[in-house]
């Protein structure tokens, strides 16, 4: 729980930084924008990854091997390993760093909408 607390508030502080670089000013409209362009990459991110690791592009990987390349070329591209071994990040980072980004800036935008 501590440490969940500890990446909201360095995900919060890094948007109002990236707020001031870009903006040179904080509005309410300006912190909703970039926390939904962030979260929203951070929730993309985590379910490439998932994607990635459940094995669903192993198929297609051997499948486009086997097209392109020559025969005798073949016995060494099939012994590479396939994508989802290759990814070895956890999809839980991301969606541990994306949903409360993305949670604040409903808040946000309700509290905007008032």
């Known amino acids: ?8 508030i360095v995900s919060q502080l890094l948007i109002i930084l990236l707020l ?8 309410l ?6 926390s939904f ?6 929730l993309f991110m985590g379910l490439a990854v998932l994607v990635f690791q459940s094995g669903f592009f ?5 499948s486009m091997k086997k097209v392109f390349y020559r025969k005798h070329v073949q016995e060494d ?6 994508p989802s071994e290759v990814i070895t ?3 839980n ?7 409360p980004v993305i949670l604040l800036m409903l808040v946000a935008l309700l509290v905007y909408s008032i």
Request: proline content about 4%; hydrophobic content about 55%; overall charge positive.
């Open 93 to 99: 980072f991301f969606f541990r760093l994306g949903v």
């Open 20 to 27: 001031f670089v870009l903006n040179g000013e904080a509005t």
């Open 58 to 62: 192993d198929f297609f990987s051997t």
């Open 77 to 82: 591209i099939m012994t590479m390993r396939p």
């Open 1 to 8: 729980m501590k440490r969940i607390v500890i990446n909201v």
């Open 37 to 42: 362009n962030i979260g929203s990459a951070l």
């Open 29 to 34: 409209l300006d912190y909703i924008n970039v």
């Open 89 to 91: 990040i956890k999809p």
